[in-house]
């Protein structure tokens, strides 16, 4: 069965330090994965993605995730962060060509 | 352009009654998708449309649930009768190509249903 893991409910870090939120899968097959942050009130925003080649993968607002086979991660990350950055964050993970599996969310919180 | 759009944003019903959901995808996308996030769980896949056709259905969760999309463009979810256990904040997709794993999927605001 395919499952995604966010090991963290909250990730807290302070403006201008780097931020990582962490997310492991478990999938049959060639995994595409996919970082979607939702602000409050708002809808899921697609951040970035993964499908092949650099396992540095670089998306909207200054994050990037990188992607490790052998440990089955992709942690997102952003080395200064901001309190606009403060939301929840979604890891999912496709393998078929519909349905998305997803984590069940990081609620990142930004101090000044 | 205008992305996915989902009505209402929020409703709250008594154990019984019936609800139904609307989501407009973006013009264009032949794929649709329904989602549900309950209790801060995970987002979890209820069904998806290619079109008119219902493509997957696996994750709907009971017969207490129906979606329709006639004409292929917007979709319809109705719930009858509601459970408490339905409540949760439902999410629309829509893509457009099919047979893409790497295609991303465009979320709506989602609607917050919460059953009495």
């Known amino acids: 069965a395919q499952s995604v893991a966010q090991p963290e409910d909250q990730v807290n870090v302070a403006e201008g330090n780097p931020l990582t939120v962490k997310c492991t899968y478990s999938v049959s097959g060639n995994p595409y994965l996919f970082w979607y942050v939702q602000y409050p009130n708002r809808g899921l925003q697609f951040l970035l993605k993964y499908i092949t080649g650099d396992n540095l993968v670089k998306g909207s607002y200054g994050f990037e995730a990188e992607f490790n086979k052998s440990q089955t991660s992709f942690h997102l990350k952003k080395p200064s962060a901001l309190v606009s950055d403060s939301a929840l964050y979604f890891c999912?993970?496709?393998?078929?060509?519909?349905?998305?599996?997803f984590g069940s969310g990081t609620k990142l919180n930004v101090k000044p | 352009e205008a992305g996915v759009t989902q009505f209402p944003s929020h409703s709250v019903i008594e154990k019984g009654q019936t609800v139904t959901l609307r989501c407009d995808p973006i013009s264009g996308h032949d794929n649709l998708y329904w989602y549900r996030r309950v209790m801060g769980k995970e987002i979890k896949f209820l069904l998806h449309f290619v079109k008119e056709s219902k493509q997957d259905e696996s994750g709907m969760p009971n017969n207490r649930f129906l979606a329709e999309r006639t004409g292929g463009t917007y979709s319809t979810l109705k719930v009858q009768p509601a459970e408490l256990e339905d409540s949760g904040v439902y999410f629309c997709?829509?893509?457009?190509?099919?047979?893409?794993?790497?295609?991303?999927?465009?979320f709506g605001p989602g609607t917050r249903l919460l059953v009495l």
């Open positions: 999912a993970v496709r393998v078929n060509f519909n349905k998305f599996y």
């Open positions: 997709a829509s893509s457009q190509e099919y047979r893409q794993s790497q295609e991303t999927q465009y």
